[in-house]
């Protein structure tokens, strides 16, 4: 798992205010996941019930970000492609995750240089998650 650290001593997840901003980020997440039209299709592949879905994405978010291990602890390596592998995740379903994220980190997160590089980082793992046949990360070179 990437750490995603400013100058290798205090952590994103320190800076932008440890584990209530990870809270609310993703609880916008969802939100914007419930509310927006764009959103219709990956919000049909989850749960009626978010819960244990918010919950899952709190931990692993804030162990990304450099908080603490508890998601490794206790799920192991995260493997997302493997526990999304039973979903059909192409570049639309990206867009609509990157646009809950986006509209998320927008309203969440102050600073404009972390906001901007996780946009950034996010936007490489969401499109690293696709797995749809034109994915170029699967094509043989």
Same mark, same amino acid.
């Given at each position: 798992?990437?750490?995603?650290?400013?100058?290798?001593?205090?952590?994103?997840? =320190?800076?932008?205010?440890?584990?209530?901003?990870?809270?609310?980020?993703? &609880?916008?997440?969802? $939100?914007?996941?419930?509310?927006?039209? &764009?959103?219709?299709?990956?919000?049909?592949?989850?749960? =009626?019930?978010?819960?244990?879905?918010?919950?899952?994405?709190?931990?692993?978010?804030?162990?990304?970000?450099?908080?603490?291990? =508890?998601?490794?602890?206790?799920?192991?390596?995260? $493997?997302?492609?493997?526990?999304?592998?039973?979903?059909?995740?192409?570049?639309?379903?990206?867009?609509?995750?990157?646009?809950?994220?986006?509209?998320?980190?927008?309203?969440?997160? &102050?600073?404009?240089?972390?906001? &901007?590089?996780?946009?950034?980082?996010?936007?490489?793992?969401?499109?690293?998650?696709?797995?749809?046949?034109?994915?170029?990360?699967?094509?043989?070179?």
């Amino acid at each position: 798992m990437t750490t995603t650290t400013i100058d290798n001593t205090v952590s994103i997840y =320190d800076r932008i205010g440890g584990f209530d901003t990870v809270d609310r980020l993703v &609880e916008t997440f969802y $939100r914007n996941m419930d509310e927006l039209p &764009e959103a219709r299709g990956i919000r049909a592949v989850h749960a =009626d019930d978010l819960g244990p879905t918010r919950a899952i994405l709190k931990v692993y978010l804030a162990e990304w970000l450099g908080g603490p291990k =508890d998601y490794s602890a206790k799920k192991g390596h995260p $493997r997302l492609r493997m526990r999304h592998s039973h979903l059909r995740i192409g570049p639309a379903e990206r867009d609509a995750w990157m646009l809950c994220m986006n509209g998320a980190l927008d309203a969440t997160i &102050e600073d404009v240089g972390i906001r &901007e590089g996780l946009r950034e980082n996010l936007a490489k793992l969401a499109d690293w998650m696709r797995n749809d046949p034109d994915n170029a990360h699967d094509k043989r070179q």
